[in-house]
């Protein structure tokens, strides 16, 4: 059902970009008909190239809208109660992905005039996700059948906490994915929301491989998923009972169902670990308490006993 409704808008934007390529093909051929009329025969020995047409940079766009916001003293605004700050590093800017996109390529209707202000939630919002789709639809309709995507519009109370495309990838200095760094980074990424299964996370050969800079050891997302999570109990997760070997497999082409049961998310001291974990977890503390607890005592026993004895000599025992 899902995967009928990822097709249709699958075949949409097909549609979209097929039509889109068409009427640019036909608006290029008419441009270039045009140009072709209009241009004088070169005289011989080569016109001198006009000097009085503007070519405008697309960064010229960007440079007037920095003009003012790349002045850290125009301050903040307020959405909600919270801060936002007016700032934008230009520098950041201009080395991120986007970097030559002019800014108004995801604030649609923004000019460098004096424009209206709509400072609230909406805009914010609206920008944080929907400014993305024009150019980056995959990721949209995926992320919209996820589970993150299903909890942002789901209106509930907790659907202000499901991360937007800026809450995992930032706005202003978004960097390409398939880079080390990045890949260090996704668990911190997830771990703002998801703070315990970073920390167990990081117990495991996966979380230490990657954090000594092995990119091949798997992150939160080569198991769940980027754009798509689903909970582990959704059969559609890529770790649900039919698809975590496969899962697993895309690293691991040996592993067999076994190898799946091995635990990711476990803290072993805790009784919600399984019996046989836990029991191990728990006779290695009561050996480790008890063995200290050994030696300790015999100690300082062994230290009375020559404060003693040195007493003793003193007194002229002998
Ligand atoms: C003349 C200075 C100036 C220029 C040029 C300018 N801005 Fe602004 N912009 C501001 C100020 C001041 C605010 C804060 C408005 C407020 O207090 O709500 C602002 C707010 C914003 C906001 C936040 C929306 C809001 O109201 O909270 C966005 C987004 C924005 N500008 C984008 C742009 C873009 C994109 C351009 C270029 C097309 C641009 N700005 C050019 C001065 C400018
Ligand atoms: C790739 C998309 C994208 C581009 C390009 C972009 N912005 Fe933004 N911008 C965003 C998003 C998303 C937000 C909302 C961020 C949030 O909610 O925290 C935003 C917010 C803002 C704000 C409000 C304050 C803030 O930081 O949250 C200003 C001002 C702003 N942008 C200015 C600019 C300027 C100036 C440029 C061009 C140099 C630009 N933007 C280019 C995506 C973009
Ligand atoms: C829960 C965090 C999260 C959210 C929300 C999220 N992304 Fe991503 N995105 C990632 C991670 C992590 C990667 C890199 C790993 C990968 O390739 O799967 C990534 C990769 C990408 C890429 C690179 C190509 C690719 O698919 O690997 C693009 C483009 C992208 N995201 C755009 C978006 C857009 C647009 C949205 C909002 C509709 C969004 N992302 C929402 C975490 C997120
Ligand atoms: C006007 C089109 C456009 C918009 C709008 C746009 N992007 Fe992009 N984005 C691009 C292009 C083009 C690239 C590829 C740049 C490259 O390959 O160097 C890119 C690259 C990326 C990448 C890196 C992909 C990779 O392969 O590593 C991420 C992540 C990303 N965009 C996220 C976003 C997010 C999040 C938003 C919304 C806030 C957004 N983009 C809005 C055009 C856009
Ligand atoms: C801005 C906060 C935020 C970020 C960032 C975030 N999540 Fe979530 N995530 C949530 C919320 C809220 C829920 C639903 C509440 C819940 O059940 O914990 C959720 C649910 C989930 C679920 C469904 C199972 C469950 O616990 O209910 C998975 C799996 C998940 N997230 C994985 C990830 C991964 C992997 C990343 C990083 C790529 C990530 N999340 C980033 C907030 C976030
Ligand atoms: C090697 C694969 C693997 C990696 C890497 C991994 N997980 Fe998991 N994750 C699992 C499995 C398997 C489960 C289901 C069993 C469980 O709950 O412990 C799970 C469960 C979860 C759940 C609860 C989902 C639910 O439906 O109840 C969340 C949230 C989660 N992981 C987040 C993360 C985050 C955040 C990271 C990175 C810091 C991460 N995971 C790294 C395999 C992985
Ligand atoms: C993105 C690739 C990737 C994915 C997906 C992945 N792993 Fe791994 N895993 C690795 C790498 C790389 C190593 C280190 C192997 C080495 O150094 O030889 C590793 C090591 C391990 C180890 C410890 C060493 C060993 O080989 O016994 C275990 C256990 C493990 N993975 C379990 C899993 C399980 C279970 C899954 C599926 C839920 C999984 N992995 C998914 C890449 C991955």
Redesign the pocket.
């Known amino acids: 059902m899902v995967g009928g409704a990822r097709n249709s808008a699958r075949e949409l934007a097909k549609e979209f970009t097929f039509s889109s390529g068409r009427a640019l093909f036909l608006a290029f051929s008419t441009l270039l008909i045009v140009v072709l009329a209009a241009a004088p025969a070169p005289a011989a020995g080569g016109a001198p190239l006009p000097q009085n047409q503007p070519v405008a940079p697309v960064t010229d766009f960007t440079q007037r809208c920095l003009t003012c916001h790349s002045q850290p003293y125009l301050g903040q605004v307020e959405v909600d109660g919270r801060a936002k700050s007016l700032f934008v590093d230009p520098t950041a800017y201009k080395d991120s992905v986007h970097g030559l996109l002019p800014c108004n390529a995801c604030h649609t209707g923004f000019t460098p005039d004096p424009h209206q202000m709509v400072s609230n939630a909406e805009f914010f919002a609206q920008t944080a996700?929907e400014a993305?789709?024009n150019c980056?639809d995959?990721?949209?309709e995926m992320?919209?059948q996820s589970y993150?995507?299903t909890l942002s519009r789901s209106g509930s109370a907790e659907s202000e906490k499901a991360?937007?495309?800026v809450?995992?990838?930032g706005s202003h200095a978004i960097q390409k994915?398939?880079t080390l760094a990045?890949?260090q980074g996704?668990q911190d990424?997830?771990g703002r929301c998801h703070g315990g299964r970073e920390a167990t996370y990081l117990d495991t050969y996966h979380g230490k491989a990657v954090t000594l800079g092995r990119q091949a050891a798997a992150?939160?997302?080569d198991c769940h998923?980027?754009?798509s999570?689903l909970p582990v109990a959704n059969p559609q997760s890529t770790l649900s009972q039919a698809n975590i070997l496969g899962t697993c497999r895309r690293c691991h082409p040996e592993a067999s169902k076994g190898f799946t049961t091995f635990l990711v998310h476990i803290t072993p001291t805790s009784p919600k670990a399984p019996l046989v974990v836990f029991l191990v977890a728990m006779f290695y503390l009561v050996l480790i308490i008890a063995v200290f607890s050994f030696g300790g005592v015999h100690t300082l026993l062994y230290i009375y006993r020559g404060l003693k004895d040195g007493l003793y000599f003193r007194k002229g025992g002998h």
Do not use: A, E, W
Request: net charge positive; glycine share 10%; with cysteine.
């Open positions: 996700g993305c789709r980056h995959d990721q949209f992320y919209k993150h995507g991360p937007l495309c809450d995992c990838h994915v398939n990045y890949r996704i990424v997830c992150t939160c997302v998923g980027s754009h999570i």
